[in-house]
């Protein structure tokens, strides 16, 4: 019985991508294996391995995460904390019946939020 999915995302640089996740989001490192990271964020769960040769604006890696609670609350805090290009616009109500915003990683990973309405 599969119980849970876990994303695998790569990064270009550890450091860089160590302060977006852990400085500018709040994630916690779950643990450091030299080219492969264990994140978490709330009950969240990231992989990240590394890719040097990635070339983030020819990357199509995205992954998307169900926030349960106050995600306007999220927004703001992530929007003052994060460099403005990292944003791709502002909160929206989507015709699905979610509220989402997205932010973009060091390595052209889409980082989509998104709680139902």
């Known amino acids: 019985m599969i119980t849970t999915a876990i994303p695998k995302l790569p990064f270009i640089d550890k450091q860089a991508t160590l302060d977006f996740y852990i400085g500018q989001l709040g994630c916690h490192l779950l643990a450091d294996y030299g080219d492969y990271l264990l994140i978490t964020l709330d009950q969240a769960e990231v992989h990240f391995f590394s890719y040097p040769a ?29 460099p403005a290009a990292a944003l791709r616009g502002a909160m929206e109500t989507k015709p699905w019946r979610q509220r989402e915003f997205a932010l973009v990683d060091p390595n052209g990973t889409l980082l989509t939020f998104g709680q139902a309405v």
Do not use: Q, W
Not at 63 to 74: P, Q
């Open 54 to 82: 990635l070339v983030p604006a020819k990357s199509d890696f995205m992954i998307y995460l169900r926030v349960e609670h106050d995600i306007d609350g999220l927004y703001e805090r992530y929007k003052n904390a994060v």
